[in-house]
């Protein structure tokens, strides 16, 4: 006989940790901004020797602006979702690039997957809906990984309501 708390941990028929794809990691970021640098400080040395100083400014200002664009680029490749399917429990955990959490857990049973597509492009968007709320999942997915993972998540999906 099991109770409601054995239930709750039963072993997930699926699970997916979902985050956005970043195609320059640590190592690519320093050796970018090292790259910038040094062209932007040979340029501006080359400005200064002819007479141009107030040119070697815009350099720095360049520099400064491209770090900060791809420190927020990577500083938004933290956040997250964590999407778990038994047959008793459908869970979703969001984690934002700040660390903050939020959780929403459906019965499978009475829960809805929703797929928008376009016909070009594929997936647009996805949803799980029931218990009157609905919570987006793989915002930040590019439309490859949403229609795989959307694949997947749809059998999870079906076989968790048969059994």
Same mark, same amino acid.
């Given at each position: 006989?099991? #109770? ?23 190592? =690519? ?12 400080? #040979? ?7 002819? #007479? ?7 350099? =720095? ?60 492009? #594929? ?41």
């Amino acid at each position: 006989m099991t #109770g409601i708390g054995d239930m709750r941990n039963e072993a997930p028929l699926f699970e997916a940790m979902l985050t956005p794809h970043r195609s320059l990691g640590r190592r =690519g970021f320093n050796v970018t901004m090292g790259l910038v640098a040094v062209v932007s400080l #040979g340029s501006g040395i080359m400005f200064v020797a002819n #007479g141009a100083w107030p040119v070697v400014g815009f350099f =720095g200002l360049d520099v400064a602006l491209l770090w900060i664009a791809l420190s927020a680029s990577n500083r938004s490749a933290r956040a997250r979702e964590e999407v778990s399917v038994s047959r008793m429990e459908l869970a979703i955990r969001k984690i934002s690039a700040r660390g903050q959490v939020s959780e929403s857990r459906y019965n499978p049973s009475w829960t809805r997957f929703r797929v928008a597509r376009h016909e070009e492009i #594929g997936v647009t968007r996805m949803s799980v809906s029931g218990e009157g709320r609905t919570t987006e999942i793989g915002a930040f997915l590019n439309p490859d990984d949403r229609e795989s993972f959307a694949a997947a998540f749809s059998r999870a999906l079906a076989d968790a309501k048969r059994g």
